[in-house]
Nanobody, 119 residues
Framework: VQLQASGGGLVQAGGSLRLSCAASGSIFNIRDMGWYRQTPGKQRELVATITAGGRTNYKDSVKGRFTISRNNAENTVWLQMNSLKPGDTALYYC??????????????WGQGTQVTVSS
């Protein structure tokens, strides 16, 4: 299973970016998908998650600014990020909890995509 993330870049404060992450390989189905971020010297933190049924969860500081969505048929998750702040600068990772058959599942991570917000 591979997760390919894209969409990062450099944007001014107040701007928007849309991250995408597509899962491929031996996939029976995917339960939860999510986005996490990490800055140097800090632990990776949850940004947003979404279940297969569409239930979402967000880090408090991004509520109202970020929106997570997914397409189950295409095994893809997106993160729409609006009103970006310099504090959102980080390496963003996607994660998926993938069932490769009815009995076996694991977490898989994408390679990370850099988001830099200038003030």
């Amino acid at each position: 299973v591979q997760l390919q993330a894209s969409g990062g870049g450099l944007v001014q404060a107040g701007g928007s970016l849309r991250l995408s992450c597509a899962a491929s390989g031996s996939i029976f189905n995917i339960r939860d998908m999510g986005w996490y971020r990490q800055t140097p010297g800090k632990q990776r933190e949850l940004v947003a998650t979404i279940t297969a049924g569409g239930r979402t969860n967000y880090k408090d500081s991004v509520k109202g600014r970020f929106t997570i969505s997914r397409n189950n048929a295409e095994n893809t998750v997106w993160l729409q990020m609006n009103s970006l702040k310099p504090g959102d600068t980080a390496l963003y990772y996607c994660k998926a909890y993938v069932y490769q058959n009815m009995w076996s599942a694991s977490d898989y991570w994408g390679q990370g995509t850099q988001v830099t917000v200038s003030s």
